[in-house]
């Protein structure tokens, strides 16, 4: 048998829910989190080290050893590697899988390491005149440079050399050899604005909130900031970041969109006085890594990004801060499946620090953490320019003709605060021209081959497109089915709203944010100038614009199409639109100018039209949450939910039905209750075919118990290309 103390288990990127033990020579010193190259079938794949010293029943010709080490030291300290253990026995994902997520994507490959830091140069001493005249009379090229060097601080590195001259690969290697200067690796870090403009001056309630924080910096504590949105929640992080700074511990800053970190970033240099690095789905693989790398190694104090970052490898972090916690982005829904916002509180948690979350609108499941004082609220009722939110004005467009999904209200309101010199924000939900295309002889409508969806026309390219599989194809000249020529679109998308508003505003800037114009976080930058240099200007969002921006020029919100949330069978549909109304509404009126909010509907008589106009957000979800109580629905449930798609219908049902007999089977004695198997909402999509089994309980330890029995049953299983099983702990939808 194998000396136990050389069997190490490890974790594979493989979506399996087991280690595998290698065992491991004594001189490559093993500890947990580092890279080892494994042998694996006929090939080799990479490895993260778990545990050293397991015990395996295996012999000696049997167990493999390890190929080689790829790092020096762990890459992941022993609080992050804790983490990613329970983050995959909590959400019930593959351990490898969930491993190699907290990685940046570089470190995922069988390569030591790279270098994040980059060669300087600077000077040993400086010459007198004398030899610096000399040194010009016989090497010019070499005089250039140290030239340059003399009126840098910090030295120079390879661009900047290159911007003097592009040989200068061979001026400084002579000067090395005469001693006048040297060169040593340092981080290339983005320039750190000096904190030469203050902060703002707090307010009463921002500087209580700040003064009831600070003392709790040092311990677990769950802190929601709850402010209408301009109340300055930012200007709180900010100070509670400085605190935490000056105590020598770092900071992990999560926002929902790639779209917020610009012009976030140059407030948090600009105030902090440090350079700050970003982690987005926009950077290069190296860039994240160089990101993660700096902030690991403890030359930067924050990063800030969206829910990755949170994976960010620390040995210091003092604090955590959650922007907009209510937002749907942090749920990851596909990969390896988890929520950043209680991942984040588990991180907290283990390392005895304090997280703080903000929003105008906080989830239904922060709602019932306060009212089960396991998070503490601090409130922000009032702006800090001291405008109130505009109130939300209702538009009845039920017998009204829409031009462009635009009523002639609307149009008046747009005509007039753009002669204000104001700027206008109309916010529609859906990209493209128009969501459906269809024949009115036969009835044929423009479905996608692989989804139960309808494609969408997008006109500036004259193409059909399904926005779930990316399926396209031309638009038809006449109707596949009968052949006739009278095919027309309905709906609107913002790519038709754009086009009217250009003819109807000729004077005005008109500027489309949606996924199909911002491709980068500098062509955001780009498209957003108009309005960022304060011009009056119309501009069309999506989803990505009501995510705590702060553009203080918009004074009118138009809210167009919000209707279809009324009847949505998605049970979060109320919570989600309500979120989206106030978030969206409260972009206007932000300095000091008074605001505009106008929502179109076709049914302005509906209790919830009429709620968003007369109630506080509280107001607004304390019967909702009733009634999710009263049905037995989250927060006051807990769901797990079973996902199979297959290439038949028929054998994703089958697979849950012998999953649903292996629930009833480690059931005894535990309340729980089962919906399904049953196709879901959207039951092709992409090719292959859906359907779904959730199971509920009031009581999360019975769901867990039955999770830990249930789990060796579902080896048996087994995923192929035929159909494959993936399960959601909390679940977004059910």
């Known amino acids: 048998m194998v000396n136990p103390s050389s069997i190490c288990s490890f974790a594979l990127a493989l979506p399996v829910y087991h280690r595998f033990d290698y065992q491991v020579d004594a001189a490559f ?15 080799h794949r990479v490895g993260v080290l778990i545990a050293v010293g397991v015990s395996a029943e295996l012999e000696e010709n049997k167990l493999k050893p390890v190929t080689s080490l790829l790092d020096e030291s762990p890459l992941l300290p022993a609080h992050l590697l804790e983490l990613a253990l329970w983050v995959a026995d909590y959400y019930c994902q593959p351990v ?40 010009g009379r016989r090497a010019p090229r070499q005089l250039v440079i140290i030239q340059a060097l003399l009126n840098s601080e910090h030295g120079l590195h390879g661009a900047d050399l290159r911007e003097l ?15 006048l200067v040297s060169s040593e690796l340092k981080p290339l870090l983005a320039e750190s604005a000096t904190p030469q403009i203050p902060g703002y001056t707090l307010t009463a309630d921002q500087h209580s909130i700040c003064q009831s924080i600070a003392p709790l910096l040092d311990e677990f504590l769950v802190h929601l900031i709850q402010g209408v949105t301009g109340s300055g929640k930012t200007e709180i992080y900010l100070t509670l970041m400085q605190q935490v700074i000056a105590r020598g511990r770092q900071v992990i800053y999560l926002v929902p969109e790639i779209g917020l970190t610009p012009q976030l ?22 860039n994240r890594y160089q990101s993660w790398d700096q902030f690991r190694s403890g030359v930067v104090p924050v990063i800030c990004g969206t829910r990755s970052a949170l994976f960010s490898a620390s040995e210091a972090l003092g604090l955590i801060i959650i ?11 596909d990969g390896v499946r988890y929520h950043a916002r209680d991942v984040a509180i588990k991180r907290a948690q283990m390392l005895n620090i304090p997280v703080v979350l903000g929003s105008a609108t906080p989830s239904a499941e922060s709602l019932h953490n306060i009212h089960k004082s396991h998070f503490r609220l601090y409130r922000l009722d009032q702006r800090v320019s001291l405008a109130q939110p505009p109130a939300i004005e209702l538009l009845d467009c039920s017998q ?8 002639t209200r609307l ?13 206008v924000l109309l916010f529609l939900n859906r990209r493209g021209f128009a969501p459906m295309v269809m024949c009115h002889e036969c009835g044929w409508q423009s479905g996608c081959h692989q989804c139960d969806a309808r494609l969408t026309l997008h006109q500036s390219i004259n193409r059909l497109i399904c926005h779930h599989c990316g399926f396209s194809m031309p638009l038809p000249q006449k109707c596949p089915d009968c052949g006739a020529a009278d095919i027309k679109h309905y709906g609107v998308g913002t790519e038709q709203l754009e086009q009217f508003l250009q003819s109807r505003f000729a004077q005005a800037e008109v500027i489309r944010i949606d996924r199909d114009t911002v491709s980068s976080m500098q062509h955001f930058e780009t498209r957003m100038e108009p309005v960022n240099a304060g011009r009056p200007c119309i501009l069309i969002g999506t989803q990505m614009l009501a995510k705590g921006h702060d553009y203080p020029h918009i004074t009118l919100v138009g809210i167009l199409d919000a209707d279809q949330a009324l009847y949505s069978s998605f049970y979060r549909a109320s919570e989600r639109l309500i979120q989206t109304v106030i978030q969206v509404s409260g972009r206007a009126g ?19 039209m009429q709620g968003l106009c007369q109630q506080s957000y509280s107001e607004l979800m304390e019967p909702i949450l009733q009634e999710r109580k009263l049905l037995g629905f989250p927060p006051y449930a807990r769901v797990v939910t079973f996902q199979v798609d297959a290439l038949e219908l028929a054998l994703a049902l089958q697979k849950l039905k012998q999953l649903k007999q292996f629930v009833q089977e480690v059931s005894d004695g535990l309340t729980v209750k089962v919906i399904g198997p049953i196709p879901a909402l959207m039951t092709r999509r992409i090719g292959r075919y859906r359907a779904q089994l959730s199971v509920m309980a009031s009581d999360f330890q019975a769901l867990r118990q039955l999770l830990q029995r249930l789990m060796p049953r579902l080896q048996s299983l087994k995923n192929t290309q035929k159909s494959r099983l993936t399960i959601e702990v909390d679940p977004l939808d059910l």
């Open 323 to 333: 922007d907009e916690e209510h937002d749907a982005s942090y749920r990851q829904q």
């Open 165 to 179: 001259q592009t040989d200068w690969h061979q001026p400084i290697k002579s000067l090395q050899s005469k001693g």
């Open 411 to 423: 149009l008046q309101a747009v005509d007039r605060h753009l002669s204000e010199q104001g700027q």
């Open 29 to 43: 010193n093993p500890q947990p989190g580092m890279r080892f190259v494994l042998p694996f079938g006929s090939g």
């Open 96 to 135: 490898g899988e969930v491993v190699f997520q907290f990685l940046p994507g570089v470190l995922r490959k069988a390569h030591s390491a790279p270098e994040t830091r980059q060669q300087f140069w600077r000077l040993t001493r400086t010459p007198d005149d004398e030899e610096l005249q000399r040194i």
């Open 590 to 608: 932000r300095a000091g100018k008074k605001g505009q909010a106008l929502l179109q509907t076709a049914f302005p008589s509906h209790p919830l």
């Open 265 to 286: 970033l140059q407030r948090l240099q600009s105030r902090l006085g440090q350079a700050v690095v970003t982690s987005h789905s926009g950077l290069t693989d190296f």
């Open 400 to 407: 009204l003709p829409l031009t462009s999904g635009c009523s």
